[in-house]
Nanobody, 128 residues
Framework: QVQLVESGGGSVQAGGSLRLSCAAS????????MGWFRQAPGKEREFVAAIRWSGSSVYYADSVKDRFTVSRDNIKNTIGLQMNNLKPEDSAVYYC?????????????????????WGKGTLVTVSS
């Protein structure tokens, strides 16, 4: 059973930056697509970004494109989310997630509907 542990959340002023990390254990990390999702108070969880198991491609929600960068290290079994030019509407609990299938070829945009395994989340608060 895979375990996903997020870190790096915190409070920042609008325009600032944060870097989130997610450490995976208990599975063959390098063979699975990974992603980031977020959930703001009173709202449904939403897709943020996904990265192919090989690291060869990435996909972003329009709301974060050109501000956020997702990356992965298949040696250290980690993924990261660099968040720049943060806005108050980026405030949410951010979740790391793993897809269900190994070496998937499905379009990364399909992960808008979610993934299979989830971390417990890390809180990001952006003040204006």
């Amino acid at each position: 059973q895979v375990q996903l542990v997020e870190s790096g959340g915190g409070s920042v002023q609008a325009g600032g930056s944060l870097r989130l990390s997610c450490a995976a254990s208990g599975g063959t990390f390098r063979l699975y697509d990974m992603g980031w999702f977020r959930q703001a108070p009173g709202k449904e969880r939403e897709f943020v970004a996904a990265i192919r198991w090989s690291g060869s491609s990435v996909y972003y929600a329009d709301s974060v494109k050109d501000r956020f960068t997702v990356s992965r290290d298949n040696i250290k079994n980690t993924i990261g989310l660099q968040m720049n030019n943060l806005k108050p509407e980026d405030s949410a609990v951010y979740y790391c997630a793993r897809a269900s299938s190994r070496q998937s070829t499905r379009p990364l945009r399909d992960y808008y509907s979610g993934m299979s395994d989830w971390g417990k989340g890390t809180l990001v608060t952006v003040s204006s």
